[in-house]
């Protein structure tokens, strides 16, 4: 079956520190990868995504995420938090055949403390 | 208005109100989206239109009708909803209908009574 698991649904840093969020996905086709971000009573953006290539993306506002063909993830990371980062994540995985159709992770929900 | 704009942002509505949400993109683009949002559950893909044409019809219920007379508007009427149904009620579009980038507007806060 196709899903998306964010194993973490919630995660506190304290602003500089740095910021690994978890994704795994299980899909049947060669994916493609997103990470969103949704900040409270907005809609989601996009910060990165991977269709192919190299397999380290660069995204907005600082983030990066790395595929791992061997470990079906695709990590999202940020070397230096800032208390604006605090938000929702959500990892999301689709195909080119697939119609739009993308699965997302159930999200993370991150703080950032002073 | 740049991206894509939904309204309203909030709706209050009883269970045997009829009511639509609309949502409107301006990136020229030719899919659009509905999904839900519930609290602790991941996006539920509901409905997809590429070039006015509906594609893909997940499962949703018949009080959800889905209407896209054009590529740039994409309405949904609602009709008969449960409490279940309250939710945010995200639009979404692309470019093409496959794997590119979603971009999303900013949602309708729905509450059913």
């Known amino acids: 079956a196709q899903s998306v698991t964010q194993p973490d649904i919630h995660i506190t840093v304290s602003e500089g520190a740095s910021l690994e969020l978890r994704c795994n996905y299980s899909?049947?086709?060669?994916?493609?990868l997103f990470w969103y971000v949704q900040s409270p009573g907005q809609g989601l953006q996009l910060l990165l995504k991977y269709f192919s290539g190299d397999t380290l993306v660069q995204g907005i506002k600082g983030f990066e995420a790395e595929f791992k063909r061997s470990q079906s993830s695709f990590n999202l990371r940020k070397p230096s938090v800032h208390w604006s980062d605090a938000a929702e994540y959500f990892c999301a995985v689709g195909a080119r055949n697939q119609g739009g159709k993308l699965i997302f992770g159930q999200g993370t929900e991150l703080s950032v403390k002073p | 208005e740049t991206g894509v704009t939904q309204t309203p942002r909030h709706l209050v509505m009883g269970m045997t109100n009829k009511k639509s949400l609309k949502c409107e993109q301006h990136l020229g683009h030719n899919a659009m989206y509905w999904y839900k949002q519930s609290a602790k559950k991941p996006l539920e893909l509901m409905f997809v239109y590429s070039l006015e044409e509906r594609v893909e019809n997940n499962s949703v219920p018949s009080r959800f009708s889905p209407e896209c007379p054009n590529s740039s508007h994409l309405f949904l009427h609602l009709h008969t909803l449960q409490p279940e149904d309250s939710a945010l009620y995200l639009c979404?579009?692309?470019?093409?209908?496959?794997?590119?980038?979603?971009?999303f507007g900013p949602g309708t806060r729905l509450t059913v009574l």
């Open positions: 979404a579009s692309s470019q093409g209908g496959g794997a590119d980038t979603q971009y």
């Open positions: 899909y049947g086709a060669t994916p493609y």
